[in-house]
């Protein structure tokens, strides 16, 4: 079997990824980023996830991004917006984050001797961030064979983006022909330290709304009724 770098946040995203990477018969290596972000529940429910799919490893990398600030993610002095998706560019933005967390997968990637990485990035349910773009996708699978020793020896990095042009609707129905069992995980921006979802950030939208398009019960377990 092939090796893969599957970046796995515990989200619905990156565990349907994760699923799909499997079903391509590929032998995954789970990552995951503790970045600072505001709950570490999203981390629990990544190893719970990883463990149902069967991952070959799984690691998880320290990164403090909550130093540099600028993001309701990672910063709890800006609020989480909850009043809907807007226009622009939203206040849960990470500055980098992508960038930070895929130059991790391709070191270990690297280190691993595979050629294969996969993110759960979304360009049509995406809320706005540049780094879930295609053109961001190739920008860094070209960067990628120009800055490692694998790809110089003639070992070419592909980058895998199998959810970029996907609904939520058909995400979910993908990850549920393929056994993903989404009770595991977390999406929401501010979930408790039980893993349960305000249901009123940008996250929590999008997930609802996803189910209810796809006709799948949703198994979220929401703080509020």
Same mark, same amino acid.
């Given at each position: 079997m092939k090796k893969a770098v599957v970046l796995l946040s515990g989200g619905l995203d990156s565990a349907t990824v #994760?699923? $799909?990477?499997? !079903?391509?018969?590929?032998e995954c290596y789970a990552l995951s980023v503790d970045y600072g972000q505001r709950h570490r529940s999203e981390l629990v429910a990544a190893h719970k996830v990883g463990q149902s799919l069967g991952v070959k490893a799984h690691q998880s990398i320290r990164i403090d991004l909550s130093v540099l /600030? =600028? !993001?309701? #993610?990672?910063? =709890?002095? $800006?609020? $989480?917006?909850?009043? /809907? #998706?807007?226009?622009? $560019?939203? %206040?849960?933005y990470v500055p980098a984050r992508n960038t930070i967390m895929l130059s991790l997968a391709l070191a270990w990637a690297e280190v691993l001797e595979c050629h294969d990485i996969f993110i759960g990035v979304n360009? %049509?349910?995406? !809320? /706005?961030?540049?780094?879930?773009?295609?053109?961001?996708i190739e920008a860094f699978e070209k960067m990628s064979n120009l800055a490692t020793k694998a790809a110089r020896e003639g070992n070419k990095l592909t980058l895998h983006a199998p959810l970029l042009y996907l609904s939520k609707k058909e995400i979910i129905r993908l990850g549920v022909e393929r056994g993903v069992d989404y009770s595991l995980t977390v999406s929401c921006y501010q979930a408790d330290e039980e893993g349960s979802a305000c249901g009123l950030c940008d996250a929590c939208r999008l997930r609802k709304a996803g189910f209810l398009a796809a006709k799948v019960p949703d198994p979220t377990r929401y703080s509020l009724p």
């Open positions: #994760l699923a $799909i990477a499997r !079903s391509e018969r590929f /600030g =600028k !993001s309701a #993610l990672t910063d =709890k002095s $800006i609020a $989480i917006p909850t009043e /809907g #998706l807007t226009n622009g $560019i939203p %206040v849960t360009a %049509v349910d995406y !809320s /706005g961030y540049p780094d879930c773009r295609p053109d961001y």
